[in-house]
């Protein structure tokens, strides 16, 4: 449940009612807003006595939250999240571009990929170096030796960088390198990597998974926030379905969803979720028409050769077109890009 606190109460007023929380054995967050302070209560609230909190000083009103999910919840957190990752933040004012390829391949090619993105008008970075893959012929990443190419284009370039984990040994290697790490699909209800990437601080790309609900991605979230990290973005990458005619399909109606639900901010992942590289353009458009806060998309100097999901990645040249239309839709639902 969340306690909602009148306008401007003082300082004594919020103390008095976290201690009481705390003194019964729950946990309290607080969301503090210019006029209205929110406190988050977290745990069974059979051990409080809701009648003396009903009556305390400056409480306006006792708020059940049915959801099991607390601390990504809207109704905790009515103010939508601004998540900084290195010099770039996502949010609800920028419209935030994460391209480069979905592995790395070499240090060559991922300095020359990061070079032309940041051109174009990315702010991130992406890039694989732990490749959970279907079949276990298929190349399975540079690991990290491809962490370090990515250090490196970061050097040169100075766009924040992200990348994937797939275990505690990955995850201890990658916050050496990255400024932000990925839970890819497969991942998803991985329990104990969720609180570990939750311990570790680093702010966390968080993809749906493939046949999850949005309730099961949320909780997902709440994972890694109850370990005390709190910078979570949430990447819509498509679900499976009965439909053959895309990799997966699009759940455009996740953004406005999850706008409505939580106050974490909403990327889409349009490469992944068509497969196609001619459906990545109109899809990414309807992202940033949808509210999405940001675009997850694959780009590679030679998609003909690429190691990994050639067929959905664009050419330096699609990508900058695709930029330059972008700024027409960010434009619209107001947001700098």
């Avoid at 939250?65 to 009515?78: A, M, V």
């Avoid at 592995?103 to 993105?117: F, G, M, N, P, R």
């Avoid at 994937?164 to 290697?173: F, G, K, Q, Y």
């Amino acid at each position: 449940m969340i306690i909602v606190m009148k306008p401007k109460a003082p300082k004594e007023s919020l103390e008095h009612i976290v201690n009481v929380i705390r003194t019964s054995g729950l946990d309290a967050h607080l969301s503090e807003g210019k006029e209205v302070t929110i406190i988050g209560v977290v745990g069974d609230k059979s051990l409080l006595k809701l009648s003396n909190l009903e009556i305390a000083p400056d409480v306006d009103k006792i708020v059940p939250i049915t959801e099991s999910y607390k601390l990504s919840n809207r109704k905790f957190h009515p103010d939508p999240t601004s998540i900084q990752v290195g010099s770039a933040s996502i949010g609800p004012d920028s419209l935030t571009v994460m391209a480069g390829p979905c592995a790395i391949e070499s240090e060559e090619q991922l300095i020359l990929i990061a070079k032309s993105v940041k051109k174009a008008g990315a702010t991130f970075l992406r890039g694989g170096a732990y490749k959970p893959r279907t079949s276990p012929y298929s190349f399975q990443g540079l690991e990290e030796e491809g962490l370090r190419y990515m250090k490196k284009a970061k050097e040169e370039t100075g766009l924040a960088t992200v990348c994937e984990v797939i275990s505690a040994e990955s995850l201890d290697a990658a916050v050496k390198y990255v400024d932000m790490v990925q839970i890819g699909a497969r991942n998803m209800q991985n329990f104990q990597l969720l609180r570990q990437v939750g311990q570790s601080g680093i702010p966390v790309l968080l993809k749906r998974g493939l046949s999850s609900t949005i309730d099961e991605w949320l909780n997902a979230a709440e994972y890694i926030i109850a370990e005390g990290n709190s910078n979570v973005v949430l990447c819509e990458r498509g679900i499976r379905t009965y439909e053959t005619a895309t990799r997966n399909t699009l759940d455009i109606s996740a953004v406005p969803v999850l706008k409505s639900k939580t106050h974490l901010p909403v990327i889409v992942d349009p490469s992944h979720a068509s497969g196609v590289r001619a459906y990545v353009p109109p899809l990414a458009k309807c992202a940033v028409a949808a509210g999405a806060d940001g675009l997850m998309i694959e780009v590679h100097n030679n998609p003909a050769c690429a190691l990994s999901d050639g067929p959905q990645s664009l050419t330096f040249a699609q990508f900058d077109e695709l930029t330059r239309e972008l700024k027409a839709y960010a434009a619209l639902s107001g947001r700098s890009f």
